[in-house]
């Protein structure tokens, strides 16, 4: 299995985004996520689907997520799809007909992916696991880049692995929040040894000293060591 590496913008240097992203396509990342958040569902407020647009013509190839914080997300799924997106990730708790808002991204021709919040049940997507092509789990509370790892996702992290491997072997695993491959902080590594198969980081990424490639580059290494890239 290859752990998959995306970073996000949220983390990025906004003045310099179609630079930011072409550096990530070259530094080798396997996907973009475009953090959109409203001021509702999460505290801040972010991007829209004009953003998605930009990253899709800096980066014609490259696969985008567009990670939708935002509450009725089922409103404005076909207008992220029709501005580039791949994937639409909306969260559980922000809709009251989850299986509408997946049965909306695949009728726009995207991959639907399901978000959760640390303190979300998993059992809260149990019955949808089957329909999805990505469950995301939160590692941090969503709203703001630069948080820290919560420690008791990795055994949340555990559980929805055997929940996927049970229900949908097919679909992804990913988490979101505090990835790091710092040898004394090395929590991509846990996300990885607990069962993630796609790390989500931004400052790891557009925060690292040697640049945007180095950042990817030492994400890759720091889960090799499960033998897994």
Not at 66 to 92: N, Q, T
Not at 130 to 155: H, K
Not at 177 to 198: E, F, K, M, Q, S
């Amino acid at each position: 299995m290859q752990v998959r590496i995306v970073p996000s913008i949220l983390s990025a240097d906004l003045t310099r985004l179609g630079e930011q992203v072409r550096e990530a396509d070259l530094g080798g990342a396997d996907r973009i996520q475009i953090d959109v958040m409203d001021g509702r569902f999460v505290p801040n407020i972010t991007f829209g689907p004009k953003i998605v647009e930009a990253v899709r013509r800096s980066a014609l190839e490259m696969f985008l997520e567009a990670h939708l914080m935002i509450v009725e997300p089922e409103r404005h799924i076909e207008s992220f799809a029709e501005a580039g997106a791949d994937m639409i990730i909306v969260h559980a708790e922000a809709t009251v007909h989850l299986h509408r808002a997946i049965q909306l991204m695949k009728q726009a021709g995207v991959k639907a992916g399901v978000a959760l919040n640390p303190a979300t049940p998993l059992v809260s997507v149990e019955e949808v696991i089957p329909d999805i092509d990505l469950l995301l789990l939160m590692t941090v509370n969503p709203g703001w880049g630069g948080q820290d790892f919560i420690r008791s996702s990795v055994s949340r992290i555990q559980r929805a692995r055997r929940m996927i491997d049970t229900h949908n072997p097919r679909c992804n695993l990913e988490v979101d929040g505090g990835i790091y491959g710092d040898p004394d902080h090395n929590t991509a590594l846990d996300a990885v040894r607990a069962g993630a198969d796609t790390l989500v980081a931004g400052s790891a990424v557009y925060k690292h000293p040697g640049g945007v490639a180095a950042g990817i580059k030492a994400l890759r290494e720091a889960v090799s060591f499960v033998g897994m890239i």
